[in-house]
T-cell receptor, first 110, second 113 residues
Framework: TQLLEQSPQFLSIQEGENLTVYCNSS?????LQWYRQEPGEGPVLLVT?????EVKKLKRLTFQFGDARKDSSLHITAAQPGDTGLYLC??????????FGTGTSLTVIP | SAVISQKPSRDICQRGTSLTIQCQVD?????MFWYRQQPGQSLTLIAT?????????ESGFVIDKFPISRPNLTFSTLTVSNLSPEDSSIYLC??????????FGPGTRLTVT
């Protein structure tokens, strides 16, 4: 059972477009993290959200934690080729089980 | 932050043999983890490496197949034993002071023939 479902699974967009990636669960999570992984490398932590409704911004990336702490979203404004990679959400639910999401593979075409 | 290195970066092994992967952290950390990942897919946690005691394995992973050592706060090894083609994957080490802020190594790509 995959507790953290991400959508879309694959996304290919043109440079300059906006996009949103979703991370959904039926469980309540204590916190959620977002990572980006480039080919041949390990994932790199982008942000951690802890409070329901929390919004964090990292340059052109905006992260939101759902009010009920069951979902999160990542919005990228004016995507650039350097944003290409595998985006992963991760977190631990109230049962103290830690999971990575199913992943979203993003390709930004110059 | 922490810098994680892994050795080897890749290997091709024969069925029935074993491969030991090393993970070195540039500073002392509380927690170290081992993951498995198919290319382009998500990560599956194998176990948490505990310093000075037996590793804590996730459901579906057993010590006989994936023995782990962690002799100190900066080093851990994962052995994948009795290799089969199904073990072909990328193995990643991560480290940090909590699960909420993990720093990952570049991974070890294992191919079993």
């Amino acid at each position: 059972t995959q507790l953290l479902e991400q959508s879309p699974q694959f996304l290919s967009i043109q440079e300059g477009e906006n996009l949103t990636v979703y991370c959904n669960s039926s469980s309540v999570f204590s916190s959620l993290q977002w990572y980006r992984q480039e080919p041949g490398e390990g994932p790199v932590l982008l942000v951690t959200v802890v409070t329901g409704g929390e919004v964090k911004k990292l340059k052109r990336l905006t992260f939101q934690f759902g009010d009920a702490r069951k979902d999160s979203s990542l919005h990228i404004t004016a995507a650039q080729p350097g944003d290409t990679g595998l985006y992963l959400c991760a977190g631990d639910n109230t049962g103290n089980q830690f999971y990575f999401g199913t992943g979203t593979s993003l390709t930004v075409i110059p | 932050s922490a810098v994680i290195s892994q050795k080897p970066s890749r290997d091709i092994c024969q069925r029935g043999t074993s491969l030991t992967i090393q993970c070195q952290v540039d500073s002392q950390v509380t927690m170290m983890f081992w993951y498995r990942q198919q290319p382009g897919q998500s990560l599956t946690l194998i176990a948490t490496a505990n310093q000075g005691s037996e590793a804590t394995y996730e459901s579906g992973f057993v010590i006989d197949k994936f023995p782990i050592s962690r002799p100190n706060l900066t080093f851990s090894t994962l052995t994948v034993s009795n290799l089969s083609p199904e073990d072909s994957s990328i193995y990643l080490c991560s480290a940090g002071d909590s699960r909420y802020e993990q720093y990952f190594g570049p991974g070890t790509r294992l191919t079993v023939t």
